[in-house]
């Protein structure tokens, strides 16, 4: 009777919108802190759960940081910036501020367009040939190096651009702690300094492969933006009816729901970008509410874009096409590339 009562208790508790966010706050510290400690075990079998739980925690940290950028889990606009610092810190964002991050993400949602610090193809463009085939050997043996780049961008341009000079004193700051602490991992044990490099190359595949596929939406730089006063000005109607048309639900697992977890739910899109402020948890209600079991576009399984992921992985780095995707096939669907919410500038 006594052990019944505490399910239903603990059933309650968990049912909370305050324990569910808990949860997945615990596992990002809790996760990262563990998969560290595994990185320096002796035995191999340790070093790949050490991996692969730091990389899914940085994930996490991630996907926790875009709900920050929607207040969609704490009500106080302070509260919500603390807890994305801590989850910047983990995931490597740190870089760029809570606000950058923030508006650039929400000019996504209001412009219904990809705003980017950065245009991928004229950087492809415009960098030396040889940096440019480098990049692409390394894409082609599926290493993020155009993403890493975007990363080392955020960091280097302040100290290169005089727009962005007044970044330089914090980002001193950042780069001594984060370089002394990576510093102090390689002493102690250089393997564990290289499982902590793959672990977050891991993070920033599958954070891409997830963006790849979620719009097809044009493309504009915040500058441009800024220009026109803060709106794209196409002649395009940009409405919620293009917004849907222009939106993929990219499913970890459409037969096992809960495997979605695994990207906090960041791929029901298209519920996302119906109700933005609907918090992680409440998703898969508001995508079943939306289509049903229905599997046809804009539902995707993530497994239908494998290979459209191995074919385009160098295409895509220069593409101004998104490709073609059908219900039939989605091996055509080159996808976008560049375009992480975790580059700000």
């Known amino acids: 009777m006594q052990f019944t009562k505490l399910k239903l208790v603990l059933a309650n508790i968990f049912k909370s919108d305050q324990a569910k966010n808990g949860i997945a706050f615990s596992f990002v510290f809790i996760g990262y ?37 929607h207040w969609s889990i704490f009500k106080s606009p302070k509260v919500n910036e603390r807890w994305a610092n801590a989850m910047a810190w983990i995931n490597g964002s740190c870089y760029s501020t ?31 040939s040889s940096a440019r085939s480098l ?53 102690v044990s250089i393997k564990a300094w290289l499982l902590y490099l ?7 595949t599958a954070l ?61 899109h298209n519920a996302h970008h119906e109700a933005p402020l609907v918090p992680w948890f409440g998703l898969p209600a ?4 939306m289509y049903g079991s229905n599997v046809n576009l804009p539902v995707i399984p993530m497994s239908s874009l494998l290979i459209a992921y191995h074919r385009h992985r160098v295409t895509r780095l220069q593409s101004d096409n998104y490709g073609m995707i059908s219900n039939e096939t989605a091996n055509a669907f080159i996808g976008a590339a560049g375009v992480s919410f975790l580059t700000a500038l």
């Open 33 to 69: 802190s563990l998969g560290i400690l595994c990185l320096y075990s002796p035995a191999w079998y340790v070093n790949i759960v050490g991996v692969l739980l730091t990389a899914e925690a940085m994930i996490i940290s991630a996907y926790l940081l875009h709900e920050l950028a």
């Open 286 to 289: 508001l995508h079943k509410k």
């Open 208 to 268: 891409r492969f997830a963006d790849a596929f979620q719009h097809t939406y044009d493309v504009f730089l915040e500058s441009e933006i800024a220009e026109s006063g803060g709106k794209v000005n196409d002649g395009k109607l940009r409405n919620r009816a293009y917004e849907q048309a222009n939106t993929f639900s990219n499913l970890v697992s459409i037969k096992f729901p809960w495997l979605n977890l695994l990207l906090l739910n960041f791929a029901y």
């Open 198 to 204: 793959l672990a977050y190359c891991l993070m920033i």
């Open 135 to 187: 990049i692409k050997a390394l894409e082609w043996a599926y290493i993020p190096a155009l993403e890493i780049l975007m990363h080392f961008l955020v960091i280097i341009l302040p100290f290169v651009k005089p727009e962005f000079h007044h970044k330089r004193l914090r980002l001193i700051t950042i780069i001594a702690i984060r370089s002394t602490l990576l510093s102090i991992m390689a002493w």
């Open 98 to 128: 809570f606000k950058e991050i923030r508006d650039k993400h929400i000019h996504h949602h209001v412009d219904r367009a990809d705003v980017l610090t950065f245009n991928v193809q004229h950087l492809m463009r415009d960098m030396p």
